[in-house]
């Protein structure tokens, strides 16, 4: 996806299609593009992955595109995410906390699945940033609205079956009063404390983290990473097929507390 993904913002960047309209116009008499003349983006098409030096001189030429290959689409660490680089998740995931919480470092030790509460509370409690968060008090709250709209949502889409997350989106994306309130930066951060909860020896850590990006790749991933969302999506779907957990919506009861965010299990 990395190397399809590059090659996309290459093309996209010099004006052509394809890697033979590429390969033509970097043969052009006084192309700007002459530089890259002689690379075979035949081959990078078929699947071979470009090295670090062919990759920055394209970005000396067609300036941005190196970041695309490097780290992924909005100059987000993407792809070390979707890896599962711990040390990037966890970074990923202290942004979004340290953006929306003063008190960002108690909210840190509390457990993977509290990381999706913040999250939860970011997107429907109106949370401003810098905000103090009184964890206990917040995560009770939060439990008691999330379930009404739960709720609320179930009955008026009548899908008793269908994951929460995904109501909320489609409830979010069909109300001409209210924005979608993601962005690809707070759904990396998703995808981030999953990649840590799932990890977690809590069994109900795990099942909801599961089933929270579940939900959240039922559209919303899809939705806020633009041109490069149906691919990031469907590249989760596969990490969540092979995860082995089976998400279940067991918000309660929780045990608290719990292991702390970037604990070793």
């Known amino acids: 996806m990395k190397r399809r993904l590059w090659l996309r913002a290459v093309y996209a960047r010099a004006g052509v299609e394809d890697g033979y309209q590429m390969t033509v116009a970097c043969r052009e008499a006084g192309s700007y593009l002459s530089a890259l003349e002689g690379l075979r983006w035949d081959r990078y098409e078929a699947g071979q992955l470009p090295q670090r030096r062919v990759v920055d001189m394209v970005n000396s030429v067609l300036t941005g595109t190196g970041s695309m290959f490097h780290e992924g689409p909005f100059d987000l660490p993407v792809w070390e995410v979707l890896e599962g680089n711990e040390k990037a998740c966890l970074k990923q995931v202290d942004h979004f906390l340290d953006y929306h919480y003063k008190n960002a470092g108690e909210v840190r030790l509390a457990e993977p699945l509290k990381a999706s509460w913040s999250f939860l509370h970011v997107q429907f409690a109106e949370v401003k940033p810098g905000e103090d968060w009184d964890l206990e008090d917040r995560f009770r709250k939060v439990t008691a609205c999330f379930r009404t709209l739960q709720a609320d949502l179930t009955v008026r889409h009548l899908k008793l079956d269908t994951n929460v997350y995904s109501l909320v989106f489609t409830e979010y994306q069909s109300s001409s009063d209210s924005e979608v309130p993601y962005s690809a930066s707070s759904l990396l951060a998703a995808i981030a404390m999953w990649q840590l909860a799932i990890k977690c020896p809590v069994k109900s850590f795990r099942e909801h983290a599961q089933y929270f990006l579940e939900g959240l790749n039922q559209g919303a991933i899809a939705y806020e990473f633009d041109e490069f969302g149906k691919d990031i999506s469907e590249y989760m779907s596969v990490l969540l097929k ?24």
């Open 242 to 265: 092979n995860s082995g957990v089976v998400g279940k919506d067991n918000l309660l009861p929780l045990p608290m507390p719990g292991p702390r965010i970037g604990d070793k299990f």
